[in-house]
């Protein structure tokens, strides 16, 4: 089982920036992508950026050249540097880490608890 505490949400103004972070423990076996996701108050849940175990980097096209993900291995956490943030990028963050289950031929996904991120014009 994987354990997953986030921290660094938090109210702040257009134009300004926040760093998440995520720190994973327990049974972190075949990583395939560590992440984060986000949902904002009546609408669905989408991925913000992931990152493989190799370095390779996913952004949503919403986020890229404002928003950098990155992982510290060592410590088996992964961070969300928010720049230039907007009022449209309000919503609740979620850490995610998707596992391969080769004995299942699947992939399992462990969640965080959320942070609120919310950005005021």
């Known amino acids: 089982q994987v354990q997953l505490v986030e921290s660094g949400g938090g109210l702040v103004q257009a134009g300004g920036s926040l760093r998440l972070s995520c720190a994973a423990s327990?049974?972190?076996?075949?990583?395939?992508?560590m992440g984060w996701y986000r949902q904002a108050p009546g609408k669905q849940l989408e991925l913000v950026a992931a990152?493989?175990?190799?370095?390779?980097?996913n952004y949503a096209d919403s986020v890229k050249g404002r928003f950098t993900i990155s992982r510290l291995y060592t410590k088996n956490t992964v961070y969300l540097q928010m720049n230039s943030l907007k009022p449209e990028d309000t919503a609740v963050y979620y850490c995610?880490?998707?596992?391969?289950?080769?004995?299942?031929?699947?992939?399992?996904?462990?969640w965080g608890q959320g942070t609120q991120v919310t950005v005021s014009s």
């Open positions: 327990g049974s972190l076996v075949s990583i395939n992508t």
């Open positions: 995610n880490v998707r596992q391969a289950d080769y004995v299942a031929a699947t992939l399992r996904d462990s």
């Open positions: 990152i493989t175990t190799g370095g390779n980097t």
